[in-house]
């Protein structure tokens, strides 16, 4: 596999599409390995009745809900590529006077079904409707639970740390406001909650011949966050002692380790270890401690995988629970395709419905 730009692919690719089904998450109907990411929000246990018999929703268990729930994750595994992931947005729900801890037994039930919880992500909210409650905390928040079928699904943190600025570890807390044009009785969620979900799971190209996702080619720099006084304080020892791009790669091959990828880095330059060794040994003498900092320098991207079968499609979104259509939307903007799938079309909801 070798590497290339983005751009190698672009020309061969008509505009990002939308495409809605009627039917039921249970069994959408789709082609099997046609989507590379679901970003959905069923509808939470005992909440809005949408009026349809085949409805998920309304069980009279949680039970059943969850049961419920893991017929569509089921399903969804069919549709996905084996590179594929599924963010689900769920809520709890208060019942005899309990909460009942929905998002635990979802994650606990995938767990047993062979699914991995790659993360249960906190998403926090200001405001919110009023609860009537005067003897517990009004809920402001609600969760997103990232969940695979393999651990080899596809996943840029790179782009989503670059676009949201949370450095090289980026947290599982969101805070997102809803937003205003969030009609309490259609229950869209944000479109920053899918935006993230995009940028993080789902490939902006996919081989069409072999459906392998291209993916970043990242390498290390010698840039440093200017924002951290130990990195300004390690770029300054650098620059005062005139250290060489080939010291600070020699710092990020051997690492703390003094021996750890050394090996990398000599099939990379010709160079061998010994000298590679020496140049680490030399520019750790000059930084002291602050050697660590260029351990964890910016990577900036120098490619895109390319199976070399150049056969280019958008990656694609699935949103089963498609409602009034957020997903497509947000996925469409950022250049993917994106079908949704929804017992009741759109057009339909404009009904009020029963919210209990
Ligand atoms: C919480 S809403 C989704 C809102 C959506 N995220 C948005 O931004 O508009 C849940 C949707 O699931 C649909 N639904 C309920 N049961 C379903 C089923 N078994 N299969 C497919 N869609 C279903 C409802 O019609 C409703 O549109």
């Avoid at 989507?35 to 998920?56: C, E, F, M, N």
């Avoid at 969030?182 to 935006?195: D, F, G, K």
């Avoid at 990379?268 to 260029?294: C, D, I, M, P, W």
């Avoid at 997903?327 to 919210?355: C, E, F, Y």
Wanted: overall charge positive; charged content about 25%; hydrophobic content about 35%.
């Amino acid at each position: 596999m070798g590497a290339g730009s983005l751009t190698d692919w672009d020309s061969g690719l008509r505009k990002p599409k939308k495409k809605i089904v009627t039917g039921d998450a249970r069994d959408t109907g789709l082609a099997a390995n046609s989507a590379d990411l679901v970003v959905t929000s069923p509808p939470y246990w005992q909440k809005r009745d949408y009026g349809h018999d085949d409805q998920i929703g309304q069980e009279s268990t949680p039970q059943g809900y969850v049961s419920a729930l893991m017929d569509c994750l089921h399903e969804w595994k069919r549709v996905l590529r084996p590179t594929g992931s599924v963010f689900l947005n769920v809520g709890d729900t208060y019942y005899k006077k309990s909460l009942v801890g929905i998002p635990g037994r979802i994650e606990a039930a995938a767990v047993d079904n062979g699914w991995l919880i790659r993360n249960r992500i906190i998403w926090t909210k200001d405001g919110g409707m009023p609860e009537p409650a005067k003897n517990r905390l009004a809920n402001r928040h609600e969760y997103v639970i990232h969940l695979a079928p393999k651990q080899s699904y596809y996943y840029d943190l790179h782009e989503y740390a670059e676009t949201y600025g949370n450095g090289a570890n980026p947290g599982d807390v969101w805070h997102i406001n809803p937003e205003r044009n969030m009609s309490a009785h259609l229950a869209p969620y944000p479109q920053e909650l899918v935006r993230r979900a995009v940028l993080l799971g789902c490939p902006p190209q996919v081989c069409n011949s072999c459906g392998s996702p291209r993916t970043r080619a990242l390498e290390r720099t010698r840039i440093l966050d200017p924002n951290r006084p130990q990195a300004r304080r390690a770029m300054e020892l650098a620059a005062e002692a005139g250290l060489s791009d080939d010291h600070i790669r020699a710092i990020q091959a051997t690492g703390v380790s003094d021996v750890g990828k050394a090996t990398k880095f000599q099939s990379g330059t010709g160079r061998n270890s010994k000298t590679v060794q020496a140049l680490a040994a030399e520019a750790k003498e000059v930084l002291g401690g602050y050697f660590r900092e260029f351990t964890f320098a910016k990577k900036v991207t120098t490619g895109w995988t390319d199976c070399g079968h150049c056969t280019p499609s958008r990656g694609v979104v699935l949103d089963p629970f498609v409602g009034t259509g957020t997903t497509l939307n947000v996925a469409v903007s950022l250049g993917r395709d994106a079908v949704g799938v929804d017992l009741v079309p759109m057009v339909d909801q404009q009904k009020p419905l029963v919210v209990k």
